[in-house]
């Protein structure tokens, strides 16, 4: 799901405090210039100075909302992702340098078109013993793509680069059989694309490609209770208070358990962002922040002198902005979905309520995210310059808006945002800016994780705050969530042409013709449509004990726990 890259315009806005490096919400800490332990139960030497191994291995978390799934084939959000893959391994991993490296697949071949995969699977273990093997990856992939799974997975278009996964899905192929995945014996899965896919081993890392257990067959409740959650990953769930806290064990049965230092990782759950700073102060837990934690704006500034060896602010290759319903009243409107995006400072938002160094962002593909050639990134390549702030303008298309809609006065408008400190000033801000620069009132309202997530999903909002990170290195990831009959297309967007050059990039080979295809596919988006409101790229801020090391960032702010370790302190 991650490599590292974040430079030129965002590398200018990072900035690291004191000499610990743990990334604001995807978090590293000293994972380069010191040897990793070698012996978690004893005092070894971990390779600076006289730093030692702390006797107990429990890192202390807190996660600012619940995790609503456990279910790979069902994730689709940051909570869940932070614990499937502690829980499980995919064919491949990301490494510490955010390249491909071996998981359960010890190796693989690449044909020479491009279109064959052929992985070699080590001998591991699922957390009861059983093995894991080729048929487990060909059951989760299937159960991903069978139309009769309820709920259907949200995520099933990111296996349609197999071949006929696509018409499996939909139900024009009956046959699982005529799908790009097969078991050619016990330790030997071969993949088929439709087309070369330049970014396909870093999906493999993904968890919507993660394998099930085929115990789960017949149990819809199995991941609800960590007694029925067989997992092959670094941990296994061990213990769970919905909207309290949750437990992870090292699990003795993971291949790769030597290097696994830690013994066990508990989190509280706790959605006040002051609440985790004063915990993190008070020494109950050993990292706050992102990728899974909230810190307050308004503390930033104080945090950032109070306690320069803990606290690192990172730009990474994510965006923060809002969704407009475009199947509901007034949204349903692009000239008023344009007026609301237009009549607001971007500017004042970072400067005054945010304050992390964001970038104001008028495009939808963040900074970080590569481009067609070798080292290049996409937003070098073509500007995010498709609107502007114009509050007269603004005024103009409302009321031309709502003169298409035959409005008198505009409906009831409620701005939704999950819980946390942050999104509500933002929140708070925004509204404010439509109020003075449009003259409308706008509700806001805030709500439990999983009751916004499902809400998004049902279409049961009008304006909703959002955030997206990158699956994958690559612009596809940000513009096929909203082609017509995508899981994460929360904004119902349905346009023909969009659809169309995306199908095009998915099969073109030439990179530059695949980049040409994404900027025209985000200037419908944007400038044409406003289907989302893009407001900043993203920073994140995270507090770190020094003595925590061995955690890795990657570009996009995600973080891997699982090589973490604590040393003496």
Partial sequence: MKKSKSLLLMIALVLVIGTALAGCGGNKANNGNTASPTNAAGNTNTGSGDEKL????????????????????????????????????????????????????????????????????????????????????????????????????????????LKNAEQFNKGEIKDF????????????????????????LNLMSFYTYFPVHKSVEGNEKWATDPKTMITNGPFTLTNWITGQSVEYTKNDKYWDKDDIKLNKITATIVNEAS???????NGEIDRAGAPNGDIPPDQIPVLKNELPDDFTLKAIASIYYYEFNTKAEPFDNAKIRKAFSMAISRQDIVDKVT????????????????GASEGSEYRNDYKDDFFKEDYTEAKKLLEEGM????????????????????????????????????????????????????????????????????????????????KTGNGNNDIKFDNAEYNKLLDDAYKEVDNTKRMESFHKA????????????????????????????????????????????????
């Fill in 522 to 569: 985000e200037e419908i988006l944007i400038k044409d449509e406003m289907g989302v409101m893009p407001i900043y790229y993203y920073t994140q801020v995270s507090l770190q004990k020094p003595y925590l090391k061995g955690l890795v960032s990657q570009y996009d702010g995600t973080v891997d726990y699982s090589k973490a370790y604590l040393l003496e302190h």
């Fill in 275 to 281: 609440t985790e700073v004063l915990s993190y102060k």
């Fill in 177 to 200: 059989s005529q799908v790009g995945v097969k078991a050619v014996d016990e330790h030997t899965l071969e993949v088929t694309l439709n087309n070369p896919t330049a970014y396909f």
């Fill in 403 to 482: 003169k298409e809609k035959g409005y008198t006065t505009l409906p009831p408008v409620t701005l939704i945002y999950n819980t946390s400190e942050g999104h509500k000033k933002i929140a708070l801000a925004i509204a404010d800016m439509w109020k003075k620069n449009l003259g409308i009132d706008v509700k806001t309202e805030n709500q439990e994780w999983g009751v916004f997530i499902k809400n998004r999903q049902n279409g049961d909002y009008q304006v909703a705050r959002a955030g997206w990170n990158p699956d994958y290195n690559d612009p596809m990831t940000f513009l096929d969530m909203w």
């Fill in 355 to 370: 304050l992390a160094s964001q970038v104001p962002a008028f495009g939808y593909i963040p900074p970080g995210i590569k």
């Fill in 54 to 161: 702390a006797a107990d291995q429990t890192l202390r978390l807190n996660m600012s909302a619940d995790v609503p799934t456990f279910d790979p084939g069902q994730a689709q959000d940051s909570q869940s992702n932070v614990a499937l893959k502690l829980m499980y391994e995919g064919l491949v991993r990301i490494d510490k340098d955010g390249k491909e490296g071996p998981g359960v697949a010890e190796k693989w071949d690449i044909s020479a078109d491009g279109l064959v995969y052929t992985f070699h699977l080590r001998d591991s273990q699922w957390s009861n013993g059983d093995p894991v093997t080729a048929n487990d990856f060909v059951f989760a992939w299937k159960r991903v793509l069978d139309p009769a799974t309820v709920p259907a997975p949200p995520y099933a278009q990111q296996l349609y680069y």
